[in-house]
């Protein structure tokens, strides 16, 4: 349920019934109105038809004015620990499965973001930085059969909230709202592919609006010159891209340390491989006290003991190996936080104000989240 065309992010008011209107509760199927109902704990006793749903929906509106979301929580939450996948969790896909699909925002057009669920659309779909996240779709499935009042476009983005929890991180609020596009409905807003793809290649050279790990070095950069002129394509297009989104540098940062804690690189999917932090890649590590994640930069990038190297793929990362088997893994545009002036600022401060990142990382995931989003209305 939610806006029928992406628009900036913004909240409504309570309504009387679930957002945005009757037409849309109307719109609902028998069972989605019976999940919805039995969720938010409205008795359905002798609710035979739909019409004797929706009369339930009208008497109590102000009842479901703003939607307790705890059950579809628990039942994401549910799914996280798998021993058989990666590191032992979900939660790293389902991060970068969120983060992916709300990405393509553009400030400057109004299209793009999680609202309309285009990943379900071939263009995006096929989109080579969006490989592996198929496993997320099916993974949802049916969290979302079970509680179809939603829209994929918000289970798909709640999941990654409920990730962030889930791996030790902060809980963060939820807003729901967001519509899944019709395929007319998404080739209205997005051209013939109906989806927010082909048009980035000011700053991915594949078309998509989501930031490449490396567009290698500048050309004609002399040897021995000072790293962020170097790779001066790389970080022009992620201040692009974070730009194009609305985010500033420290935002920036911020988003990027939050994601990059988590999980690995796999050589199958995206030609890197290793996980960025050895340690523990399934759960939060930006301690408030201690080492982690953001100590990298400092200890590894600071002290030149990240190393290139070029993967079998023909992939540049950086890597420090502590002898735990496998390195610490940073790709160029982790590097690019620390090669740049600005970006580097930021990563000290996050560094040595950890209660602050966390704080940030609230804010800016469910901005994010909430890109190109309408009418959304706080979970209770």
């Not at 102000?62 to 705890?70: F, I, Q, S, V």
Request: hydrophobic content about 35%; charged content about 20%.
């Amino acid at each position: 349920m939610g806006a029928a065309s992406p628009s900036a992010s913004a909240h409504s008011s309570a309504p009387a019934i679930p957002p945005p209107s009757m037409s849309q509760v109307a719109a609902l199927s028998a069972k989605a109105l019976t999940q919805l109902l039995s969720s938010q704990g409205v008795p359905i006793a002798g609710a035979a038809e739909k019409r004797d749903l929706l009369d339930l929906v009208a008497a109590n509106g102000a009842r479901l004015a703003r939607l307790d979301l705890g059950a579809v929580r628990s039942d994401i939450e549910g799914l996280i620990g798998e021993r058989s996948w990666d590191d032992g969790s979900y939660g790293p896909l389902l991060i970068r499965f969120a983060w992916h699909n709300s990405g393509t925002y553009d400030r400057h057009t109004d299209t793009g973001g999680s609202n309309g669920s285009t990943m379900r659309f071939d263009a995006e779909k096929s989109d080579p930085e969006n490989k592996g996240l198929s496993h997320a779709v099916a993974l949802l499935e049916p969290v979302h059969a079970k509680h179809s009042f939603l829209s994929y476009a918000d289970v798909w983005t709640l999941a990654g909230c409920v990730a962030i929890e889930a791996s030790g991180g902060p809980r963060v609020p939820f807003s729901y709202g967001r519509v899944d596009f019709t395929p007319g409905e998404a080739r209205e807003v997005h051209g013939p592919s109906g989806c927010p793809f082909g048009d980035g290649k000011a700053t991915n050279p594949g078309g998509s609006r989501l930031p490449s790990a490396d567009l290698g070095p500048a050309p004609g950069a002399p040897g021995g010159c000072p790293m962020h002129r170097q790779e001066k394509p790389t970080i022009d297009a992620m201040r692009g891209v974070f730009d194009r989104l609305g985010f500033d540098d420290r935002a920036t940062v911020n988003l990027i340390l939050l994601g990059h804690q988590f999980g690995r690189c796999h050589a199958d999917v995206s030609g890197y491989e290793h996980p960025w932090y050895v340690f523990d890649p399934a759960h939060w590590n930006a301690y408030e006290h201690g080492l982690g994640y953001l100590s990298l930069y400092e200890m590894g990038a600071g002290t030149g003991r990240l190393k290139k190297r070029v993967t079998n793929q023909g992939k540049r990362q950086w890597e420090m190996n502590m002898g735990f088997g496998e390195p610490f893994m940073m790709l160029p545009t982790d590097m690019a936080l620390w090669w740049d002036e600005a970006y580097r600022e930021h990563v000290k401060y996050y560094d040595r104000h950890r209660r602050a990142f966390k704080e940030d990382a609230v804010v800016n995931f469910k901005r994010l989240v909430e890109l190109g989003c309408k009418g959304l209305v706080d979970e209770l």
